[in-house]
RNA sequence: GCGGGUGUAGCUCAAUGGUAGAGCACCUGCCUUCCAAGCAGGCUACGAGGGUUCGAUUCCCUUCACCCGCUCCA
């Protein structure tokens, strides 16, 4: 599939348009036209409703609660220095003054040799390479050689985000262009959008636009806790958008700075915490198969050791193979963050968040296995900070897979149709309706159905030139169904119901229509 | 962020140092009884800013956006 002529279409038909276009655009903003905030809508609604509203049932059968928040995009700030975004948000890097490389300095291993003459060291030397000292020992196996046979010896490994002593950083060569001396001290980007809240434009103002919804359900995690009455397990589930100040904005909307995400925070107790990871994410990738995704394109990735935040216990990460890319792309990760950000806010917010399990509290005592002290209650059999599973969708990104995945070409009598085949749950428009010609009665009729059909559905009314015209028209739209009133139907008050897919129609009485539509959505 | 490329109508493309033309699409009307038919008419463009020039869409500079590669993606 052409990502160009998606592209166009979507322009054309009005599902996306560039953010600002008339002033000449803006880097990794979006905007949704029409048929992109219908399509976008739904697939907001469909996660809302069968993961809030409707879940499925849990590992064991049981039915799952789940509850909804909307928090504001800007916070206090130092939520964010508990969650760790200010400061640790983004990783060191280091430019080369040469080479121009732009280089993530924990990736650089520099391997230091020193050459020891009467107990004095001379200048060290240092070979580096992006990966472990193992990779920079291959890499420059042929230097290291010539080196050692000077009389050179290894004497260290590090990073570059260990601090290092002006003499040494300057005799770093840049792993990229190989010239010593012409790294950059390791710097921060931040990656967080930031704005001022009030009038004064000092640091005291300055405020962050949110990174991700997450936070927002932890920082309300007792308040929700202690107005609902819920117990362990349940979910906090919250649809918002999200900003990053990413560097490089790229592949139509897939990183955008401006962005939507569907999280879910699932508490529950530390030693269930593995089943309901496997739960989520089988769920998650069950989910998007059945709007639409095929499964070959589709794929669940576990995260390596390596790649996983240094609080996390797993991450999935379920990845789409994207037409733009050699290497399938992250739709959603679910990940299995432990106590982790319930106990961040807790050391920052000096806030109680521990869970107290009332019910197996009140069965132990009952039992006679503890005394009803208040050291008993400290057991962390009763008394816990919950896991967390975060199954974390992209919401543009999901909705950008849909588009890829609906996109076809075919060839139909010699003509070649475009059609997005959505599924149908997702199509903004769900159905549309025609007067074969306009005249003996039948715009009438139509316009009849189409307002009786408008109440439930987005559907459309469309007269205008020949109908096979009107066909192709909606198909680019992703429309499941075309309903057409013709000569028949002033006899039999019969239609005609075309599938978008198959083409074929299917004759059905006009009474029907709306019973018919609601079956097949 | 670096390197390369691109920027003329909604789309695809053309021409030109003297302010632009086609096809498709779209709109209006006629015609049309099931998959982009036909006829007539109509709307719409030199990404933005600056410079050179009598005059710039064309030459130069800057900028913005997009595409490709590298990098990055907490």
Request: proline share 5%.
């Amino acid at each position: 599939m052409d990502m160009e002529k998606l592209v166009a279409l979507c322009r054309r038909r009005g599902f996306i348009f560039q953010s600002s276009e008339i002033y000449g655009g803006i880097n990794g903003f979006w905007d949704y036209g029409p048929l992109g905030v219908e399509l976008k809508k739904n697939i907001k609604d469909a996660w809302w409703n069968d993961m809030v509203r409707n879940p499925p049932p849990g590992p064991d059968g049981q039915e799952i609660s789940m509850v909804g928040v909307d928090c504001s995009i800007i916070m206090n700030p130092k939520v964010w220095e508990a969650s760790g975004h200010v400061g640790g948000f983004a990783d060191l890097m280091v430019d080369c003054r040469a080479c121009k490389a732009h280089l993530r300095a924990d990736q650089i291993t520099a391997l230091m040799y020193v050459k020891n003459v009467a107990g004095v060291d001379e200048p060290p030397a240092y070979f580096t390479a992006i990966g472990d000292a193992d990779e920079v020992r291959k890499q420059k196996a042929k230097k290291i050689k010539k080196l050692e046979s000077a009389g050179f010896l290894y004497r260290d490994a590090v990073t570059l985000q260990i601090p290092m002593e002006n003499e040494h950083y300057a005799r770093i060569e840049c792993p990229s262009c190989e010239q010593i001396g012409t790294l950059t001290r390791p710097r921060r980007f931040n990656l967080m959008l930031e704005s001022h809240a009030g009038a004064v434009l000092d640091d005291a103002s300055k405020v962050y636009l949110r990174p991700e919804t997450a936070q927002g359900i932890f920082a309300n995690y007792r308040n929700v806790l202690d107005s609902t009455r819920l117990k362990l397990p349940f979910g906090i589930a919250q649809v918002g958008k999200a900003f990053r100040n990413e560097i490089n904005p790229r592949n139509y909307i897939f990183r955008s700075r401006e962005f939507e995400q569907m999280e879910i925070e699932f508490f529950c107790h530390p030693s269930e915490s593995m089943k309901w990871y496997e739960f989520w994410r089988d769920v998650r990738k069950a989910w998007y198969t059945k709007l639409g995704i095929k499964s070959d394109n589709l794929r669940p990735r576990e995260q390596g050791k390596e790649e996983l935040a240094h609080y996390s216990i797993g991450t999935t990460d379920i990845e789409y193979m994207f037409p733009f890319a050699a290497e399938p792309q992250e739709l959603e990760g679910v990940a299995h963050r432990g106590c982790y950000d319930l106990q961040q806010h807790e050391r920052h917010s000096g806030k109680d968040l521990h869970y107290f399990d009332e019910e197996a509290w009140e069965t132990a005592l009952k039992s006679g296995q503890v005394q009803n002290t208040k050291e008993a209650k400290q057991d962390e059999r009763y008394r816990f900070l919950p896991h967390v599973i975060e199954p974390s969708a992209g919401a543009d990104r999901f909705l950008l897979a849909t588009l890829c995945e609906a996109y076809a070409e075919e060839e139909v009598k010699g003509e070649t149709r475009t059609v997005m085949r959505f599924h149908p749950r997702l199509a903004p428009i769900k159905a549309a309706v025609f007067p074969l010609v306009n005249k003996e009665g039948m715009p009438e009729i139509a316009q009849r159905l189409y307002r009786e059909l408008k109440s439930n559905w987005n559907v459309q009314y469309d007269d205008k030139g020949a109908v096979g015209r009107r066909y192709r028209r909606q198909d680019e739209a992703g429309t499941p169904y075309c309903i057409t009133i013709d000569g028949q139907t002033l006899q039999d008050q019969t239609v005609t119901i075309r599938d978008r897919d198959t083409l074929q129609q299917e004759r059905i009485a006009m009474s029907q229509v709306a019973e018919e539509i609601r079956k097949r959505l």
